[in-house]
Nanobody, 127 residues
Framework: QVQLRESGGGSVQAGGSLRLSCVAS????????MAWFRQAPGKERERVAI????????SYADSVQGRFTVSRFNAENTLYLQMNSLKPEDTANYYC????????????????????WGQGTQVTVSS
């Protein structure tokens, strides 16, 4: 069964940190680009970070650059998002997503490629 399961969300004060995890099952994880998205109430879904299948290349939304770090541990089919210096505007439901690729970074940047999604984990940052 193909599944992505997020964990690690919660409530934190502004300036605090959280680490999200996403465990994949049922896919050849090391062949997938992975990404974190978020969606706040009344807003469109936003791409937060993407990482190549091998983990050597990543990119971030301008709003989180320098504060968030995406990483992956392919041996355990796990994706992470380390979030530091959190702000109230980071409050959202965070989703991990995966898209198969042939090892080309440009494929990872094609957001239409992400067709496997987790259920999400809520992050709430209070001021």
């Amino acid at each position: 069964q193909v599944q992505l399961r997020e964990s690690g969300g919660g409530s934190v004060q502004a300036g605090g940190s959280l680490r999200l995890s996403c465990v994949a099952s049922g896919i050849a994880y090391a062949r997938y680009c992975m990404a974190w998205f978020r969606q706040a109430p009344g807003k469109e879904r936003e791409r937060v970070a993407i990482i190549s299948s091998g983990g050597g290349t990543a990119s971030y939304a301008d709003s989180v650059q320098g504060r968030f770090t995406v990483s992956r541990f392919n041996a355990e089919n796990t994706l992470y998002l380390q979030m530091n210096s959190l702000k109230p505007e980071d409050t959202a439901n965070y989703y991990c997503a995966g898209g198969s690729n042939t090892g080309v970074w440009s494929q990872c940047r094609d957001l239409q490629r992400y067709n496997i999604w987790g259920q999400g984990t809520q992050v709430t940052v209070s001021s």
